[in-house]
């Protein structure tokens, strides 16, 4: 593996770390960074209102910025249940940074299931789909 790939891993991961959503943002996956964005804002605006807590442009940066206890009457178990979609969020953008480093690597591969060709043979091994000779 070579050091872009793991630098791109850990960029993904801390981005996606500060805030769920934007490491994923970085590695371009846009549907996967909206989601994680929804359910993140989705899930603080539920822990706000359910927790009796206001609304107000105060809570929600203190909140939007990870800093739960500058919130009065934060509970507990609502910032462990934030802090673990952050987690979630973080191996999420890392494991698809993982991901696509694997297949940039320069095997030949299945155009039908990626898996390694032998090049030896006219056909994939693996689902036995026939090769294009180019």
Not at 89 to 105: H, K, P, Q, S, V
Request: charged share 20%; hydrophobic share 50%.
């Amino acid at each position: 593996m070579n050091g872009r790939g793991n630098r791109r891993r850990f960029v993904a991961a801390m981005l996606s770390f500060l805030q769920p959503g934007i490491g994923h943002v970085y590695l371009r996956e846009w549907v996967r960074a909206v989601l994680w964005g929804a359910v993140w804002l989705g899930s603080l605006l539920l822990v706000l209102t359910t927790a009796g807590l206001e609304l107000t442009a105060r809570n929600l940066l203190a909140t939007a910025g990870g800093f739960f206890s500058a919130v009065d009457g934060f509970p507990m178990e609502a910032a462990l249940a934030m802090f673990a979609i952050t987690v979630f969020a973080t191996m999420d953008a890392y494991w698809l940074a993982a991901r696509e480093d694997y297949r940039i690597d320069d095997t030949p591969r299945c155009p039908n299931c990626s898996k390694e060709l032998d090049p030896s043979l006219e056909f994939c091994h693996w689902c036995t789909a026939r090769l294009d000779e180019k």
